[in-house]
């Protein structure tokens, strides 16, 4: 079935430096790629999100790549601060009203 | 301010109750979704609403119950079928198919 892996479950870097997050899709028709934060005890929240028609998409210190020939989209996010702090998911949406979400990832920024 | 509330924040359930979880959205959005959330898990879909009076489960639909009567109100409802019902409950909102969710605080449901 449609399935999304999410690589790293947990990554641990140094404020200042950059956080790279990798998820993989199954399902070839995919076209919507968003991605979401979330902090402790709150809902998940969009940051950025890319569709099948474009490579990479850049707001701020957040960007989003997408090979859509690998079915692979990544995470980067640059020069990393103490708030950054969360899990991440990312997800992607099949068609329809049906979103797969990765199992998340819990970025741990240290000052 | 425009957004979706859940309530409440936290709820205990005796084994063999019934409990119902409240979601309602001022967002104007067709869409609405219910997802549970465990410890190193995704989201999972336990059912969606495109419509007033229309709904369709999703991956995990058993042991749950939704209605839809009103545009802004989708509340679950976790029966006594629903045999590992501890866990954090998210609903979500969205205007249309391939766009942002939007998410609401979640409920932690914890049986007692």
């Known amino acids: 079935g449609e399935n999304v892996e999410q690589h790293p479950s947990t990554l641990s870097v140094q404020e200042g430096d950059s956080a790279v997050i990798k998820c993989t899709y199954s399902d070839s028709a995919s076209n919507y790629f968003p991605w979401y934060k979330q902090e402790l005890g709150k809902g998940p929240q969009l940051i950025i999100d890319i569709r099948s028609n474009v490579g990479e998409k850049k707001d701020q210190r957040i960007a989003v790549t997408l090979n859509k020939t690998a079915k692979h989209f990544s995470l980067h996010i640059t020069e990393t601060q103490p708030e950054d702090s969360a899990v991440y998911f990312c997800?992607?949406?099949?068609?329809?009203?049906?979103?797969?979400f990765g199992a998340g990832t819990r970025l741990f920024v240290k000052a | 301010d425009g957004g979706i509330t859940q309530s409440p924040k936290y709820l205990f359930r005796k084994e063999g109750q019934n409990v119902t979880l409240s979601c309602e959205q001022n967002?104007?959005?067709?869409?609405m979704y219910w997802y549970r959330q465990d410890p190193g898990q995704g989201l999972r879909l336990i059912y969606y609403s495109q419509i007033v009076n229309d709904f369709q489960k999703g991956d995990i639909a058993e042991g749950y119950s939704v209605s839809r009567e009103k545009k802004e109100s989708f509340p679950l409802t976790v029966t006594s079928a629903q045999k590992n019902p501890t866990a954090f409950y998210l609903c979500?909102?969205?205007?249309?198919?391939?766009?942002?969710?939007?998410f609401g605080q979640g409920t932690r449901l914890t049986v007692v």
């Open positions: 967002l104007n959005h067709d869409a």
């Open positions: 997800a992607a949406s099949f068609g329809g009203f049906k979103t797969i």
């Open positions: 979500a909102s969205g205007q249309e198919t391939n766009t942002e969710a939007f």
